[in-house]
């Protein structure tokens, strides 16, 4: 097969970037993390203090830091070398760390809305750990509320009866790491699973009935060409998954790849530049969207848009509590973001000892909290202006009046007095956007 994308993406007037550099593309808070501070702790145990704010609700977030290998991509606190007893006293820690945050005031009563498991590889543990995990998270909080459990997984580690147990402990929402369908590729890029591990696992997952079950690709990854684009759409389309999540490739600077580039001097990483990769995500939202998919976000694709939720998202970029526990987590109580530490051995030490092992953290001011909920939910594509009037009595179209019109003049958005709207080409590079709506101390502020 020799076909040849014609499609292009108009850049945005910020985002001539050609090559793919090192660092951080992908925007997933607000403020900056280099501006969350040791020194402001406190703000967070005082958060804690505090009976929460009417009808906000609370999810719970549980990082497993444990993989089979480490990606060359991946920029996230993971243990490839921890054995059965170690994971059993981080599963002690996680659980021994909620029921730290169980007598505070901040939870007023609520238990979690929806529940997500991140990492690292969720599904690294075994079925009897994970029961053992949910078990007692369950026994500290109740999860008779929850209308959503997200759990990620990495296709090789999964057994039909472990894919079972996941189900069983209550997963509504599964989602298959697979990221490319090439053999080659996924080794040359460190990933731990083949392809035909994918096909197992997922045909295990629909016979035993998941709710929703969303599969991510990567566009750009290591020696990825435009035929093998095409298929791993085609293979997509084909498997028939309920979501499809597609992230644009990016190299921070504690990947394996920027390491591999540092050595050798060089400042181009050796992945597709970013015409390609979004060239290639506009291509695979089309070919989805002839099958019935629609856009819910920026890097989502959903069967049925009115009924493929994805709530902790949603949440999240309206302001939810998130209850985060584990090494090196992220959370926001009552307007205070904080992290976690970010070494397993500090942490279960410290949640052993009964204290919270939290690093750093940063009390947002109302206008940071009105940014942070807006770029956030403009990566949904819309805005709807009468919400951030009646949430924060602010009118977004006057108060960012002189960058709406900067964008409208190049076609990107449509304002009016209801809503923002952007165009399918921002929406595919609307990270690049976002930093024109930051305050100026944090335009240029290094997301890691």
Known sequence: MSTVLTQTVRPLPESRDK??????????????????????????????????????????YVHIPFCRKRCHFCYFKVYTDKNADAISRYIDGLIAELKIYADKAFLGGRTPNFVYFGGGTPSYLSAKQLTQLTDGLKSVLSWDKVEEVTFECEPGTLQEHKLQAIRDFGVTRLSFGIENFSDHILEINGRAHLSKQVYRAYGWARQIGFPQINIDLISGMLEETEENWIENVRKTIELDPDCVTIYQMEIPFNTTIYKGMKEAGKLTAPVADWDTKRRWVKYAFDELAKHGYEISSAYTAVKNKAQTKFIYRDALWEGADLLSVGVASFGHIHGVHYQNVKDIEPYCDTVEAGDLPVFRALKI????????????????????????????????????????????????????????????????????????????????????
């Open 365 to 448: 001011t109302p206008e940071e909290a009105l940014i942070r909920e807006m770029i956030l939910q403009m990566k949904r594509g819309r805005l709807d202006v009468s919400y951030f009037r009646e949430k924060f009595g602010v009118d977004i179209t006057e108060r960012f009046a002189e960058e709406w019109e900067h964008f409208a003049a190049e076609g990107f958005v449509t304002v009016s007095k209801d809503e923002v709207v952007l165009d399918r080409d921002a929406l595919l590079q609307v990270d690049t956007m976002l930093h024109e709506f930051m305050l100026p101390e944090h335009r240029e502020a290094r997301y890691t």
């Open 19 to 60: 090559a793919t550099q090192a660092g951080n593309y992908f925007v997933s808070n607000y403020p900056p993390f280099s501006f969350w501070s040791p020194k402001n702790v406190g703000d967070l145990h005082a958060a804690l203090d505090t009976p929460p704010a009417a009808d906000t609700p609370l999810g719970l």
